[in-house]
Antibody, heavy 120, light 111 residues
Framework: QVQLVESGGGLVKPGGSLRLSCAAS????????MSWIRQAPGKGLEWVSY????????KSADSVKGRFTISRDNAKNSLFLQMNSLRAEDTAVYYC?????????????WGQGTMVTVSS | QSVLTQPPSASGTPGQRVTISCSGS????????VTWYQQLPGTAPELLIY???QRPSGVPDRFSGSKSGTSASLAISGLQSEDEADYYC????????????FGTGTKVTVL
């Protein structure tokens, strides 16, 4: 069964750090590009960061550049998001999503999401 | 703030056809493919349409996508109650350093 399971969310104070994880199963993780996408409460979707299969190509939204770092461990079938200098506006459900390799970006598998709340 | 603009809401009765627009620019829809996602209440988004008009296996053919110039559309024909959800378009934008952008989202209500 193809599955993505996020973990690591929680309550953190402004300026704090958090590391999200995404465990992949049921497919060859190392073949796929991956992304983090977030959704603030009651709001729309916002793309956060993107990493290719070999970690040689990474892109991030301007809103998180310099604060968030995406990474992956293909040997452990895992995707990560290191979030530093967190702000209230980073409060959201964070989803990891799979993107088949190729020229077209299409997130075909999503995790259930993990909630991050930044508040004092 | 998203550069892909969608109407905030759309509605129809069962069996009707509903169309959702997604307006962009030459740096996104005008030069890259469009993807559509469906998000049912309380759940994660799901892929609905990719490459402007392609349906993944398992997506009913009631859903169709199209693109013209810097705008795209999602049509739902034969609207069903289970289609009540939020719908988002998305595309890469080649401006600045390049980024992926989702549309503002459209809530579809089945009356």
């Amino acid at each position: 069964q193809v599955q993505l399971v996020e973990s690591g969310g929680g309550l953190v104070k402004p300026g704090g750090s958090l590391r999200l994880s995404c465990a992949a199963s049921g497919f060859t993780f190392s073949d796929y590009y991956m992304s983090w996408i977030r959704q603030a409460p009651g709001k729309g979707l916002e793309w956060v960061s993107y990493i290719n299969s070999r970690s040689s190509y990474i892109k991030s939204a301007d809103s998180v550049k310099g604060r968030f770092t995406i990474s992956r461990d293909n040997a452990k079938n895992s995707l990560f998001l290191q979030m530093n200098s967190l702000r209230a506006e980073d409060t959201a459900v964070y989803y990891c999503a799979r993107d088949p390799p190729g020229e077209v970006t299409a997130f075909d598998i999503w995790g259930q999401g993990t909630m991050v709340t930044v508040s004092s | 703030q998203s550069v892909l603009t969608q109407p905030p809401s759309a509605s129809g009765t069962p069996g009707q056809r509903v169309t959702i627009s997604c307006s962009g620019s030459s740096s996104n829809i005008g030069s890259n493919t469009v993807t559509w996602y469906q998000q049912l209440p309380g759940t994660a988004p799901e892929l609905l349409i990719y490459s402007d008009n392609q349906r993944p296996s398992g997506v009913p053919d009631r859903f169709s996508g199209s693109k013209s110039g810097t705008s795209a559309s999602l049509a739902i024909s034969g609207l069903q109650s289970e289609d009540e959800a939020d719908y988002y378009c998305a595309a890469w934008d080649d401006s600045l350093n390049g980024f992926y952008v989702f549309g503002t989202g459209t809530k579809v209500t089945v009356l």
